[in-house]
């Protein structure tokens, strides 16, 4: 295997070269999700409920197929009736009633913007319009937004017979209470008790969108034949395949699910919305049928990551050796359960090693959509207000806020929040690398000031598959079921260039429709290259092995004489060398094709851990806040390709720069969405950002033959905390509740806070 | 409904379309015209995916009706690189690894392409500025800015050696 222990031996690991869709991308010719026609396609509409609960009394679709050119209608009743059951997708899970009913209400509307009816017409004028014709007839119900209101014994019933899981035995929750987590460990209020200083605080957080700037669409053609044949964006083409057979009632094998391009995911596009409504109108209609979503839509009925209302209590010796944890928080779900509360829990604290602790985590549903998987779902909200008490807490004892993290930080061996030992985690070298970067003690100007935070994602391996074949002429082909969401053909192109000891031109991969290769998780969960990595140098080795043997005929030696280096088969006592090309013209005559596909499961992945330094400038006379400087730093295990590396820690960090600062899913007191655009929900832009200075910290995954440990999550976690210290610490007064808007910050300063 | 007949000019080449009044140039380029590379994220005016030249002007199409286009001049993404030889700003940004998914980008690089045609020598603050009405949710835009710095500068010493 050509993974040596030092990086300098490798060979195209650890360099930059230019990714292989790259040309396709910046000439505008790559495909995308609304991109892809189909012959003889037709296209949809959706129509949306205006209420955000309401039973839903009849659907009238006479008027709207009465207009010319509209060829099917589809309704909640033409969804077959499901048995509950529960998916796993990795990081989330769900249950396939509420899944189904997300897709398209059948019978009650949960929120602004859920799926009532659709309809497929030849032009998307006439599709439109027949839209705008269907007539429901809704009872309107009571509604509830607010997590605290949500949360009541007599807050408006959302779901009657709501499941409730881990409430202890007689415990009564609220019937919207759809989850209670505990982790607890220790003896909390005797550790408390000791304490020499403590800090105890509530923080909050609304609900924020992922903001991919492809919206939602998709082709779907129901075949004569009763197969269907899917094209679309998604960050897994086997989770689309498997929703819509679930939602459908069908055999997976019917369902072929094409991955296009994908614009953008961040967790957003695990979930089906459309495929399956598409899919019924193409089997209505008997032509493809294309959906896709407006903006407003995606506002309206995709994403959001949850809101929360958060208690901590944090204890710490005069030292700083924190001696007790508790965190109880409630986060919002929308329509549906969800998971978030869960890695809520396991990410509270788990950046600390904490004798006493107990994390208690709430899941509330409301009227809301159903809400998503972003970047470390669960994780940024909790960590905003366990980081923010550190913060305090080292302000009350004096001391650095990154002096006190060092004090508390888990390493190697320590146990985590479960009790298991870690193993090659980097967090101390994170933070000791955040003291010394020159970022750190850099002169302030007037009215800024600068805050930290640390925080971590557990990351993911699971089910992956690749395939490598060599095709009659040497080229060495790659095809991989992972959508690439971010550069990682390149990252699988150089591991596979890495293993067999080739030049990574020499590399062409290809991301596979779910007939094409086995079974692959989601783009999610930070485990694509780690997971799918691993799948494609196994595969390539097990080509390698291959390429030995038939050296070996060849060479008329026995394939133990055989090696592979850089390249080549060697042969050691015939004293010759074979290159791959010479091996693969002859491959005819020696045996046939040379291929191999390997599917892994691998479950030795490593936390990873980010530490971000933040420098912020307040507009004393508006309360504005300018983001002045920046710098994160992660153990990313190791980098493949650091550009893309390094990509991930700035985008990261700029998704929760921007939740820390603007971004709020703002409903009125109707309970319909003020702020579907992105003119009102306002994402960062280029002129609000400064440059975003990275530090790679590699501390290598020694379960992966390359070292990885996945990169994609940690940096949306610690901004938070560290805008709002740096904005706290510029005007004297700890910021608890994002986002953090001028008003906020205004009204703070002039003691109205 | 009747259709409107607009001839105009893509990318160089004389093109004929009809449209309904209530379309926008981005949905005939995208449809009747199959040119996919602009994008469409939002549909206000708001996002930048979209962004093409018109007469000189850096326009979202999104927000002009393709009637607009009759007699004019319509540059996108499709026409930034000769044949297969990439402009700078194309290469730059594959060199600086300044995308991440690839669909804010072509609205990126037209939108640059149009900066350095009237500004070969933007501060960052002016690149920043300039392209303020792009969303980009994947690179934090540090990569972006980089790869559009660089571009310039590669153009002017082209121009200088020219």
């Known amino acids: 295997m050509n993974a040596p222990e030092s990086k300098d031996t490798f060979k195209v690991v650890g360099t930059r070269p230019i990714r292989p869709d790259g040309v396709e991308k910046v000439t505008g010719k790559a495909i995308f999700g609304p991109d892809y026609k189909a012959s003889n396609m037709l296209f949809g509409a959706i129509v949306r409920s205006p209420h955000p609960h309401a039973r839903v009394r009849g659907i009238d679709t006479k008027k709207a197929e009465a207009v010319a050119g509209v060829h099917a209608c589809v309704t909640g009743a033409d969804f077959p009736t499901l048995e509950d059951t529960i998916i796993r997708m990795g990081e989330s899970a769900g249950s396939t009633t509420d899944m189904s009913q997300n897709v398209m209400a059948q019978g009650t509307v949960f929120y602004d913007g859920h799926a009532v009816a659709a309809v497929a017409a030849t032009s998307q004028e006439a599709a439109d319009e027949a839209a705008a014709l269907i007539e429901v007839d809704y009872e309107v119900l009571p509604h509830v937004i607010d997590i605290n209101d949500a949360f009541k014994q007599d807050a408006p019933v959302i779901h009657k017979d709501q499941r409730q899981t881990g409430l202890g035995e007689g415990e009564k929750a609220g019937p919207n209470v759809s989850t209670k987590f505990v982790m607890a460990n220790g ?21 924020v969108h992922q903001g991919y700037i492809e919206p939602h669409a998709c082709v779907a053609t129901w075949k004569a034949d009763g197969k269907i044949d899917i094209w679309c964006s998604s960050q897994g083409a086997f989770n689309i395949r498997m929703l819509t057979a679930s939602f459908l009632h069908l055999e997976i094998g019917r369902i072929r699910v094409m991955p296009l391009e994908i614009g953008g995911g961040f967790g957003g596009k695990n979930s089906v919305y459309i495929e399956p409504v598409a899919a019924l109108l193409s ?18 009925a995709t994403g959001p990551a949850p809101g929360a209302e958060i208690d901590v209590t944090l204890g710490a010796d005069a030292d700083g050796k924190l001696v007790a944890a508790d965190v109880t928080f409630k986060y919002s779900a929308g329509a549906f359960r969800g998971t978030d509360a869960m890695t809520g829990v396991m990410h509270a604290i788990s950046q600390y090693l904490v004798p006493a602790f107990s994390v208690t985590g709430w899941e509330v549903i409301c009227n809301m959509p159903k809400h998503a998987a972003y970047r470390a779902p669960g994780a940024p909200q909790v960590n905003f207000a366990v980081e923010s008490a550190m913060n305090e807490l080292a302000d009350e004892l004096g001391l650095d806020p990154l002096d006190i993290r060092i004090k508390n930080a888990v390493a190697p061996g320590m146990p985590s929040m479960m009790g298991t030992p870690f193993g090659e985690i980097g967090l101390v070298e994170c933070l000791e690398a955040a003291k010394v970067h020159p970022h750190y003690s850099a002169p302030l100007g007037p009215n800024q000031a600068r805050g930290v935070a640390c925080g971590t994602w557990m990351n993911f391996g699971g089910p992956s598959t ?51 290769i086995g079974f692959s998780m989601m783009t999610g969960g930070s485990r694509t290259t780690f997971a799918t990595g691993k799948a494609v140098v196994e595969a ?36 010759k060398r074979l290159t791959l090309k010479e091996i693969a013209v002859k491959s005819g005559a020696t045996g046939g094709p040379i291929s191999f596909e390997k599917g892994v499961n691998p479950l030795d992945h490593l936390p990873g851990y980010g530490v971000h330094i933040c420098d912020t400038e307040v507009d004393p006379e508006t309360g504005h806040v300018t983001v002045t400087r920046y710098t994160a730093v992660q153990d990313v295990g190791r980098a493949i390709h650091p550009a893309y590396v390094e990509g991930q820690l700035q985008g990261g960090a700029v998704q929760g720069i921007g939740w820390a600062l603007n971004e709020a899913y703002i409903y009125n007191k109707d309970g319909t969405l003020d702020n579907a655009g992105f003119l009102d929900y306002r994402m960062p832009v280029a002129s609000d950002m400064p440059m975003i200075d990275t530090v790679m910290i590699e501390k290598p995954n020694p379960a992966h033959p390359y070292g990885v440990k996945g990169v994609g999550e940690v940096s949306i976690v610690p901004p938070l905390a560290a805008v709002g210290a740096a904005v706290g610490n510029a005007i004297g007064k700890p910021m608890r509740d994002l986002p953090i808007s001028p008003d906020r910050v205004y009204s703070a300063m002039n003691g109205k806070g | 409904m009747s259709k409107i007949h607009v001839t105009t000019t893509v990318n160089g080449d004389e093109r004929e ?52 286009a009759q007699g004019r001049s319509v540059s996108t993404i499709e026409g930034v ?27 990126f690089i037209v939108a640059a392409k149009s900066l350095l045609d009237r500004n070969p020598d933007p501060t960052e603050t002016e690149v920043r500025y300039w392209l303020a009405g792009n969303l980009c949710r994947c690179t934090g835009y540090d990569k972006i800015i980089k790869a559009v710095m660089d571009a310039a500068a590669e153009l002017r010493q082209e121009r200088t050696a020219a």
């Open chain 2, 17 to 68: 379309f009809l449209c309904t009044p209530g379309q926008t140039l981005l949905d005939v380029l995208r449809g009747e015209l199959g040119m996919t590379g602009s994008k469409e994220g939002c549909g206000s005016g708001d996002c930048g995916a979209c962004t093409v030249v018109l007469d000189g002007e850096m326009v979202c199409s999104c927000l002009v009706l393709a009637g607009e």
């Open chain 1, 466 to 516: 690749a395939s490598v074949s060599i095709a009659e002429d040497g080229s060495v082909l790659v095809a991989e079921g992972n959508p690439d969401i971010g550069g990682s053909r390149a990252s699988m192109a150089m591991m596979a260039a890495e293993t067999f000891g080739i030049s990574y031109d020499e590399i062409n991969v290809t991301i596979a429709d779910t007939s094409s």
């Open chain 1, 187 to 207: 003896e909390m209020a005797k550790a408390l008790e000791g304490a020499a200083a403590t800090v105890s605080e509530h923080y909050s957080l609304l609900p």
């Open chain 1, 283 to 300: 089997k209505k209609s008997g032509r493809p049928v294309r959906l896709a979503m407006s903006r407003s839509d995606v506002f309206r």
């Open chain 1, 540 to 575: 390539a080795q097990a080509v390698i092995e291959i390429l030995c043997e038939r050296a070996a005929k060849m060479l008329e030696v026995d394939v133990g004489d055989v090696e592979w280096m850089d390249g080549e088969a060697v042969s050691k006592s015939a004293g």
């Open chain 2, 81 to 107: 690189a000769e044949g297969s030889q990439l402009h700078p700003i194309q290469q730059k940004f594959l060199e600086h690894a300044a995308l991440q998914c690839g669909f804010c980008t072509p609205g």
